[in-house]
């Protein structure tokens, strides 16, 4: 059957696609429209249009796998002029979700009326592009350029009742029935004079001019948001050519703009991005009619920086959650500060004062932990201790009914082990959530030997469900994420020694993109994570480091000086350090230049994460990707670190390792599936 299929309703002609899973404008769906505009046309007895989709979703935008490959025609701005040039009126009935060219179809026809359930937005920035199909000139024109420039900039979509407030919504109807409100919205404007056409509008454009202070100002806002990003800027270039030029030059000018980011290497990496991220949710091995479990209270143990982050995950997406501590005093601590962070969240607009009381209604707190014998799903994340843990696990195992998942939050620790504490091994997973909990998208599952299917499709379910991006893992030390940290925080270490400063290390890597560089990131976690104060014999930096109680940010000083509002200096004291180390070591000083710190840094991730897929811990080079953009603020726009990895080149990966090695008179130890891949000129994805 075609994905466009055309009824007459007496005068009114109703066009249906259907084209699951969301309703992509692929070659196929615009051809479709664009013959029942023709059918429209020739048709006497037809004096009004409604389009309207089947399925979950109004049109998704632009069929993203088309991208790259030599267009077919018709193409989507033809079709969408095609439809804004119809004499008789064309509606728009939407539900779900209009994205981006579904957006575009939308303002090419003269009316658009919604269900309240759905969002329409022009999400194209994040994949590195523009909208291309006419929706940076013709949004403008129809709801100001004080709404769309946000919408366009941020890719953020809106729900339909803004959308109705700001005019980009005609009508809102009732979710059931849409074809049908669609029909009676038609007959209701066939006959009027003039119907709206969004490329004429003037109404609106006028309101701001482009050399407004309004850009710059809502680029301030936006800042950290666009760092380093290509598209955002051309989106309020094109906004700007919708000011200033008449629409058919603004048109030619986003044409202009969309054809050389869509061929750009951000692009390229930010659609990998998109598929790396849904690719990620299938799981090896596991048949498709494996069951999902009922999950509907969960338990946690522990009310630390991690159990309460976690906690307020299950409890906002409205699980009961129990959670358990040892001591009173720090029950009260754990639960006072979900409490702070949602009040926080709720200042900011985020939450609204009942949601919070919602969410801190459904939490439980105890100290006896037969209170989480009803739990579907129980989480420790207690003291990183395979002693604690194991005690831990053998104590859940007897009093957590049968069937529950017991789960560890557990950052390097063997899971295994843990489930080999337990009677039942099948069901017992890692659950990795990244820090701050409840911010950090990133959820590594990790899948011990014996976990059975059932539960680890439960857990990518329950990922879905509380908005996290899950990476399934092999058990090994660190798992994907933090082994890869392992080898980076070896080369920084060793720059050290010879001539490099802990600010030049870590700008290497800001200016790369990353949120922050190593030792950034060790003031932040505190140094004195896993140092032995007993037996510390000033041996290393960091020994030193924390004996003069520079254990980072939280003791005012660590690698770096912090002032009151915790903004970082250098040290002249850890200079210091350092060079008595660097001499000691008796190894060669001199300058570093900011391109081989970040090869230095970053080539021995890309050597883990190419053992990591060597030995299975990861199913695709696409799953670390995810796993680092997410879980670690590597930056999208690179598409992860295997993704970057075949930008560069993996044979210049290869040689830059021998480079470094050969500079620090050590054996290079190179993966083997990376020189097999360089060797044959391939790449991780
Ligand atoms: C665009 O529209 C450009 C335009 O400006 C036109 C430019 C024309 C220029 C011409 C110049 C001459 N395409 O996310 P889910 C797949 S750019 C292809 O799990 P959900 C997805 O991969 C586009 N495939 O579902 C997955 O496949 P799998 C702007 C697409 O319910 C399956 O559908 N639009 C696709 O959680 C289910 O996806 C966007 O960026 C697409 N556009 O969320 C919207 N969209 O099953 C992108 C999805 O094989 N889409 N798929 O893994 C989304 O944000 C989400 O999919 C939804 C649904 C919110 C729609
Ligand atoms: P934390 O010290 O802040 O919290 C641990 C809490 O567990 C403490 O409040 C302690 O009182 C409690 N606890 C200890 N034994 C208990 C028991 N038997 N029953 C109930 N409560 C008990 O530690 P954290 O940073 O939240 O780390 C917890 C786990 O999460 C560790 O395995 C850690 O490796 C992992 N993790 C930490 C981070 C991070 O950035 N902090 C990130 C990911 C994973």
Redesign the pocket.
């Known amino acids: 059957m075609s994905v466009i299929t055309t009824r007459r309703e007496g005068e009114v002609l109703v066009v249906t696609s259907n084209n699951p899973p969301v309703n992509a404008l692929g070659q196929a769906v615009r051809a479709g429209l664009a013959d029942a505009m023709a059918e429209a046309a020739g048709d006497d007895a037809i004096q009004a249009v409604v389009i309207c989709c089947e399925g979950r979703t109004f049109f998704a935008g632009a069929d993203i796998t088309e991208f790259g490959k030599p267009p077919v025609g018709p193409s989507l701005p033809e079709v969408i002029d095609a439809i804004e040039a119809s004499a008789k009126p064309v509606v728009a009935a939407i539900h779900g979700t209009a994205l981006g060219g579904g957006l575009e179809v939308a303002l090419g026809c003269h009316y658009r009326i919604a269900v309240a359930s759905a969002r329409l937005g022009l999400p194209e920035v994040k994949l590195g592009i523009l909208p291309g199909a006419g929706g940076t000139q013709r949004l403008p024109r129809v709801v100001g350029v004080a709404e769309a420039l946000p919408m366009i900039v941020t890719g953020n979509p809106i729900p339909a009742a803004q959308a109705g407030k700001i005019g980009l919504v005609d009508k809102l109807v009732a979710e059931d029935g849409l074809a049908e409100s669609g029909v009676a919205f038609a007959r209701s404007v066939i006959g009027k004079a003039d119907h709206p056409v969004s490329s004429k509008r003037t109404d609106k454009i006028g309101e701001i001019p482009s050399d407004s202070d309004f850009f710059d100002e809502f680029r301030k806002t936006q800042m950290r948001r666009l760092k380093g990003f290509e598209a955002p800027e051309a989106c309020i270039e094109a906004v700007k050519a919708a000011i200033d030029l008449p629409y058919e030059e603004g048109v030619k000018k986003e044409r202009e703009l969309f054809g050389k980011l869509v061929t750009g290497t951000q692009s390229k990496a930010l659609r990998h991005v998109f598929f790396a991220e849904r690719a990620a949710a299938k799981i090896d091995g596991i048949p498709a009619d494996t069951p999902v479990l009922p999950v509907k209270k969960v338990g946690i143990?522990?009310?630390?920086?991690?159990?309460?982050?976690i906690a307020m995950n299950f409890l906002t997406a409205g699980y009961a959650v129990t959670i358990?501590?040892?001591?009173q005093e720090?029950l009260d601590?754990?639960v006072s500060i979900i409490r702070k962070n949602y009040e926080r969240s709720a200042a900011k607009g985020r939450f609204t004062a009942d949601q919070v009381e919602r969410a801190m209604g459904l939490l439980t707190p105890t100290l006896d932990?037969n209170d989480l014998a009803d739990c579907d799903l129980v989480i420790?994340?207690?003291?990183?201790?395979m002693d604690?843990?194991k005690?831990?696990f053998r104590?859940l195992d007897g009093i957590v009914k049968p069937g529950a998942i017991l789960a560890?939050?557990?950052?390097?620790?063997n899971v295994d082990e843990m489930a080999a504490e337990t009677k039942r091994p099948g069901s017992v997973l890692g659950l990795?959530?990244?820090?701050p909990?409840n911010v950090m998208r990133l959820l590594e599952i990790v899948r011990a030997a014996k976990t059975e299917p059932a539960v680890l499709k439960t857990a990518m379910d329950l990922a879905k469900k509380i908005g996290k991006v899950a990476v399934v893992s092999g058990v090994c030390f660190g798992f994907i994420g933090?082994r890869m940290l392992s080898p980076r925080q070896r080369a920084a270490q060793a720059m050290l020694l010879q001539g490099a400063k802990p600010w030049d290390v870590d700008k290497a890597l800001t200016d790369f993109g990353m949120p922050m560089g190593p030792f950034q990131m060790s003031d932040l976690?505190g140094l004195d994570l896993g140092w032995d104060k007993a037996n510390s014999k000033s041996e290393t930096i960091r020994d030193v480091l924390c004996e003069r109680d520079r254990r980072g940010q939280k003791t005012g000083k660590g690698f770096y000086d912090y002032d009151e509002n915790r903004r970082p200096s250098p040290s002249k004291e850890v200079e210091a350090i350092i060079d008595e180390f660097a001499a000691k070591s008796g190894l060669e000083q001199r300058v570093f230049s900011q391109d081989e710190i970040r090869e230095r840094l970053l080539f021995p991730m890309i050597n883990e994460g190419a053992k990591i897929l060597e030995e299975g811990m990861a199913q695709r080079a696409s799953d670390i990707d995810t796993v680092w953009i997410n879980g670690y603020g590597w930056p999208a726009y690179t598409g992860g670190p295997m993704f970057w990895a075949d930008t560069i080149g993996l044979d210049k990966v290869v040689a830059g390792l021998k480079a470094h090695a050969a500079a620090s008179g050590a054996e290079p130890d190179i993966c083997k599936l990376l020189e097999d891949k360089a060797a044959k000129g391939e790449t991780f994805n």
């Open positions: 143990l522990g009310a630390g920086t991690m159990g309460g982050g358990l501590e040892r001591e720090a601590r754990g932990m420790e994340a207690v003291f990183e201790n604690v843990k005690d831990v104590k560890s939050n557990t950052s390097y620790l990795h959530f990244f820090s909990a933090n976690a």
